[in-house]
């Protein structure tokens, strides 16, 4: 028997208990002073019918499924803060023709490497 169904018939038997016992002194309250106790003991029956319901509640609920964990899912081992992400990096180099001889060269030089010339 699980926990919920248990509790359902223990709140049952309670608060038909709560019920009976307080019905029986509002009984006898009504009966001895006419009906001066009665919004004494009104409270405690309420009390007693809403035990009776909440057991009821807790007998008709359907049962919690606990979620299903994936497979190889090891809660001892945190998941990573950041996923690891592969990024490639492409460079383009540029070069400079020299306008006399036509050898490639590096922008950033001020003459050809190959005949001197000014770029």
């Known amino acids: ?24 002194g509002l009984t006898g309250c009504l009966e001895s002073t006419g009906g001066g106790c009665a ?12 035990l009776l ?9 359907p049962p919690v499924q606990s979620p299903q964990l994936p497979a190889g899912f090891n809660p001892a081992v945190p998941p990573p803060l950041i996923t690891p992400v592969v990024v490639r990096e492409t460079t383009e180099v540029v070069r400079v023709r020299c306008r006399y ?10 003459a050809c490497p190959s005949c001197g010339a000014p770029l």
């Open 101 to 110: 001889c036509g050898a490639l060269a590096d922008p950033t030089t001020s």
């Open 1 to 24: 028997m699980n926990n919920e169904r248990a509790q359902g018939i223990a709140l049952i038997a309670f608060g038909g208990f709560w019920t009976l016992i307080t019905l029986a």
């Open 39 to 50: 919004l004494f003991v009104a409270p405690f029956v309420l009390i007693g019918v809403l």
């Open 53 to 61: 319901g909440l057991g009821a509640f807790h007998l008709l609920r």
